[in-house]
């Protein structure tokens, strides 16, 4: 069967450290797809069937990749199973996705959305509304604010342990973000629930990534800020890009700043490499500003 092979193709990564949640859930799509057409191995038909029902090229395309190295590893055990041409929906180029900055008030409408969530008088709409103001408030990765716990809550911020890098770091809180969060705790602890995740549903269990991306796809269609299903639009990691480029807006202007900024941006940000936060940041109108007012100061001379 198919979902066997998949379940240990999974199991393999997992094992060597990979999360593999976004491309199991790609495959396990697919190997549904597969055996519900009869398919005991892989079809290089069936994976270019299964692709093109993606609403866009690059997703086709994704698709048609993610499957084709499962095929792969799959070829090399059995040779029955079919490896597709990675060409086979075209030559892809990589082309990088302009993130959308959010406005003060974007963010507003979101958490004004989530706190609207049913069903009313639990902590589901609360845990949302705290989650999307933590992003917006501390840039961190989606995947680092589910797995919160409630002990790596401190009185010098938050320690964030499961990292992209495997890298731990503590993640001081604006007061405000800190007095928004205490108000979080304070229903979050009195909910009987055996889990110790910081972001629970109304369940009691803790908050999973699919959960977490459709709401956010519902309430952002719900406030004007995305399209129907099926089109691209706003992401919640574009929250991390926001927190990036305000950051910088604020820093003061001169280069020796600018320079330490970074530096400590990219440390609260969790990158490997401080090249890595430059991909964070986005032309805004205040950064233009800034760069046009530093232009004509060293015309001046002045810088």
Same mark, same amino acid.
């Given at each position: 069967?198919?979902?066997?092979?998949?379940?240990? #193709?999974?199991?393999?990564?997992?094992?060597?450290?990979?999360?593999?949640?976004?491309?199991?859930?790609?495959?396990?799509?697919?190997?549904?797809?597969?055996?519900?057409?009869?398919?005991?191995?892989?079809?290089?038909?069936?994976?270019?069937?299964?692709?093109?029902?993606?609403?866009?090229?690059?997703?086709?395309?994704?698709?048609?990749?993610?499957?084709?190295?499962?095929?792969?590893?799959? #070829?090399?055990?059995?040779?029955?199973?079919?490896?597709?041409?990675?060409?086979?929906?075209?030559?892809?180029?990589?082309t990088r996705?302009?993130?959308?900055?959010?406005?003060?008030?974007?963010?507003?409408?979101?958490?004004?959305?989530?706190?609207?969530?049913?069903?009313?008088?639990?902590?589901?709409?609360?845990?949302?509304?705290?989650?999307?103001?933590?992003?917006?408030?501390?840039?961190?990765?989606?995947?680092?604010?589910?797995?919160?716990?409630?002990?790596d809550i401190?009185?010098?911020?938050?320690?964030?342990?499961?990292?992209?890098?495997?890298?731990?770091?503590?993640?001081?809180?604006?007061?405000?973000?800190?007095?928004?969060?205490?108000?979080?705790?304070a229903v979050?602890?009195?909910?009987?629930?055996?889990?110790?995740?910081?972001?629970?549903?109304?369940?009691?269990?803790?908050?999973?990534?699919?959960?977490?991306?459709?709401?956010?796809?519902?309430?952002?269609?719900?406030?004007?800020?995305?399209?129907?299903?099926?089109?691209?639009?706003?992401?919640? #990691?574009?929250?991390?890009?926001?927190?990036?480029?305000?950051?910088?807006?604020?820093?003061?202007?001169?280069?020796?700043?600018?320079?330490?900024?970074?530096?400590?941006?990219?440390?609260?940000?969790?990158?490997?490499?401080?090249?890595?936060?430059?991909?964070?940041?986005?032309?805004?109108?205040?950064?233009?500003?800034?760069?046009?007012?530093?232009?004509?100061?060293?015309?001046?001379?002045?810088?």
């Amino acid at each position: 069967m198919l979902s066997d092979d998949l379940d240990r #193709h999974i199991s393999l990564h997992h094992a060597l450290g990979f999360k593999f949640r976004t491309q199991s859930l790609l495959l396990r799509n697919f190997a549904a797809y597969a055996e519900a057409r009869g398919d005991r191995v892989i079809s290089a038909e069936r994976i270019l069937a299964w692709a093109v029902e993606a609403p866009s090229p690059q997703q086709r395309r994704n698709r048609l990749l993610e499957v084709r190295r499962f095929a792969i590893a799959m #070829h090399a055990e059995d040779g029955r199973h079919e490896i597709p041409a990675a060409d086979a929906l075209g030559r892809g180029l990589f082309t990088r996705r302009i993130p959308y900055i959010y406005s003060q008030d974007d963010i507003r409408r979101l958490m004004a959305a989530a706190a609207a969530l049913s069903p009313a008088g639990t902590i589901r709409p609360l845990t949302f509304t705290t989650l999307f103001g933590l992003l917006a408030a501390t840039g961190m990765r989606i995947s680092e604010a589910l797995a919160l716990r409630l002990a790596d809550i401190t009185d010098d911020g938050l320690i964030i342990d499961k990292t992209k890098f495997k890298k731990s770091r503590l993640l001081p809180l604006h007061p405000s973000t800190r007095r928004s969060l205490e108000a979080y705790l304070a229903v979050r602890l009195r909910v009987a629930t055996e889990s110790d995740a910081l972001l629970i549903g109304s369940t009691g269990e803790a908050v999973a990534y699919p959960t977490v991306i459709a709401i956010f796809l519902r309430l952002m269609r719900s406030i004007g800020l995305r399209g129907s299903s099926g089109r691209g639009g706003l992401r919640v #990691h574009d929250l991390r890009h926001t927190f990036a480029v305000r950051s910088l807006e604020e820093c003061p202007r001169n280069a020796a700043a600018v320079s330490r900024h970074i530096v400590a941006l990219s440390t609260y940000l969790g990158h490997a490499h401080v090249t890595d936060t430059y991909w964070y940041l986005q032309a805004s109108p205040a950064l233009m500003t800034h760069i046009a007012e530093a232009g004509e100061a060293l015309q001046r001379g002045e810088a």
